[in-house]
């Protein structure tokens, strides 16, 4: 019989299955016995972007997402999310980058031989990309610039040319010396799993997105299109390490990380001991939302809007008529 404290946790509005929760828990499943339950007095709470389901809850919630998405702290008593922000004991910077663990796990190995790596590389670069709505158009224009000097393998939805999405990200972008790891919008902080996949496959991160992340990774490996002045020019240092081999094995046999050492902001106890600070509270002590007069107001006009919109309707109305009234 376990001997660890017993923690009753629901999850909602994370989707039906619920990845970005289920890559977080696993940091505390060696401190606690975590029962899931649906009952709404859980006595914790993980929820993230996808409803307003939380509001029905009454145990401490905690905030956490794989999107660009900011926290909403009088809803969340704790966050972990993408924005660079210090916010007392309440917030913890999570790029989902790390949550990935096998695949985040390879950038803190030793490098293989770089001749060995180019030569497993047939192809010029990949990209994987499945949806381009509502995300930054730099996404198709560096496919465009690049394509205009060498065919891109594109193995996802979009503008598939390869026969149809691939089946292994992984295996397929490791066929290629470069790799486009373009996010969905440029944000400080907002760092996800492309640039470790692209790194995975030992080929060389064609990167957009966190202004930032050459202050977690080596900027010696990889091209980062934020130190250049335009697109273009980026394209213009692929190609010239495209057409030079020894320029390529040199970065190749860089760290991923600065220095080759993993910053302590991205190790996995850093993050646990967060989630054990809130866990380890006396129950009433860890809530930290407002629950006083103006808190439970501004919860309750949430909770309005989600789940009873007629009644927005009939203020609406009431407002209305109520201005009518006075002008006559």
Not at 115 to 130: I, P, R, T, W
Not at 237 to 262: N, Y
Not at 265 to 276: D, G, I, P, T, V
């Amino acid at each position: 019989m376990s001997n660890k404290p017993i923690k009753r946790i629901a999850i909602v509005d994370a989707g039906q299955i619920p990845d970005i929760v289920n890559a977080i828990l696993p940091f505390i499943e060696d401190r606690y016995e975590l029962q899931i339950t649906q009952d709404y007095d859980a006595d914790y709470v993980f929820h993230s972007c996808m409803g307003y389901d939380v509001l029905k809850y009454s145990g401490i919630r905690i905030f956490v997402t794989g999107e660009n998405v900011s926290p909403n702290f009088n809803i969340s008593d704790y966050a972990m999310a993408f924005d660079k922000m210090d916010f007392s004991d309440r917030y913890r910077w999570l790029p989902s980058a790390v949550l990935r663990r096998k695949t985040y796990s390879n950038l803190v190995k030793p490098r293989r031989p770089a001749d060995d790596v180019l030569a497993e590389k047939k192809g010029f670069c990949a990209y994987v990309m499945s949806n381009t709505k509502n995300s930054a158009t730099e996404r198709s224009r560096i496919f465009d610039l690049l394509s205009a000097y060498k065919p891109v393998a594109s193995g996802g939805k979009w503008r598939n040319n390869v026969g149809g999405p691939v089946a292994d990200k992984i295996k397929f972008q490791s066929k290629h010396k470069f790799v486009i790891a373009f996010e969905n919008s440029s944000t400080p902080g907002y760092l996800t799993e492309k640039f470790t996949e692209a790194a995975q496959s030992d080929a060389i991160p064609v990167y957009w997105g966190d202004p930032e992340i050459g202050k977690i990774f080596n900027p010696a490996s990889f091209v980062n299109c934020h130190e250049f002045e335009s697109l273009e020019a980026a394209v213009e240092r692929v190609k010239q390490i495209d057409a030079d081999d020894a320029l390529h094995k040199e970065m190749a046999s860089e760290p991923w990380f600065l220095d080759g050492k993993e910053p302590e902001c991205l190790r996995a106890e850093k993050f646990a001991n967060f989630l054990s600070k809130i866990l380890d509270q006396p129950h009433e002590k860890a809530f930290r939302r407002n629950r006083g007069r103006w808190g439970m107001k501004s919860e309750q006009r949430y909770y309005d809007m989600a789940f009873r919109p007629h009644l927005q309707i009939i203020n609406l109305i009431k407002m209305k008529l109520k201005a009518i009234r006075n002008k006559s």
